[in-house]
């Protein structure tokens, strides 16, 4: 957990999984959502893309590189993609929320039936490396069956979604530490962040500043 940095954010150096790939083919990480953390990726070293589902827009995948800003909103499903080595920074809001339970680990429909199968497949990772990995191998099954399902049927994708998304607003509202949160955003409105956005940095103007040249994040494209 971050502490003490400005406007409350929590900062974390993410590198994606990039040993053997998962059931689907794909090196990447687990998807997941946070009901009430908006989250955002800054690409400093290699390639891969981040997978977004929401409920307007459905399924999209977009790339990431080193300069590559992508953030997106709370109940947004996501997934990081690693094609070559790819390194975030990832920014988070609301300083330590998600580790106090604003994440919930897409497991499919089993997982989201029961919370003791639920929390099982979660806590694999207690064993380690190999517990992560066997995590990663159960979230991506269920994942495959999800984007089946983008293809194939979208009255089916929009149920999963919602049912995923249902789980968890119960997680919140059932959590002290998270309700107390969702109340305060509620009545204030911490948030900008209501639809996910892109930035480039070497397709940013350079400008002369106080301390060096500067590339502006100044408005982000629709992603």
């Known amino acids: 957990m971050t502490a003490n940095l400005i406007g409350n ?13 998962g059931p689907d083919g794909i090196r990447a990480g687990c998807a997941h959502v946070h009901g009430l953390t908006d989250e955002a990726y800054f690409g400093i070293a290699g390639a891969g893309a981040i997978e977004l589902h ?15 800003y992508v953030q997106f909103p709370p109940w947004t499903l996501h ?30 429909e089993a997982a989201d039936a029961d919370e003791d199968v639920y929390a099982e497949l979660r806590d694999l990772v207690k064993t ?14 269920a994942y495959m069956t999800l984007m089946r399902n983008w293809r194939e049927d979208r009255p089916a994708y929009r149920r999963t979604l919602e ?4 789980r968890h607003r119960e997680t919140i509202e059932s959590t002290p530490a998270l309700s107390a ?5 509620e009545s204030e409105a911490p948030s900008a962040v209501t639809t ?28």
């Open 163 to 166: 049912r995923f998304f249902g």
């Open 54 to 68: 929401d409920r307007e827009t459905g399924f999209r995948s977009i790339p990431i590189t080193k300069g590559t």
């Open 181 to 185: 949160w969702a109340a305060k955003s």
């Open 196 to 223: 996910a956005g892109r930035w480039q940095a070497d397709q940013s103007d350079e400008v002369f500043g106080m301390c060096g040249t500067l590339r502006q994040v100044d408005s982000l494209s629709s992603a």
């Open 128 to 141: 380690g490396a190999d517990g992560a990995l066997q995590r990663r191998v159960r979230a991506t099954e």
């Open 9 to 21: 954010v929590g900062l974390t150096v993410l590198k994606v999984y990039d040993t053997d790939p």
């Open 79 to 108: 997934r990081s993609v690693s094609t070559d080595g790819l390194e975030v920074l990832a920014v988070m809001g609301n300083l330590g929320l998600a580790e106090r339970g604003d994440a919930r680990i897409f497991f499919g």
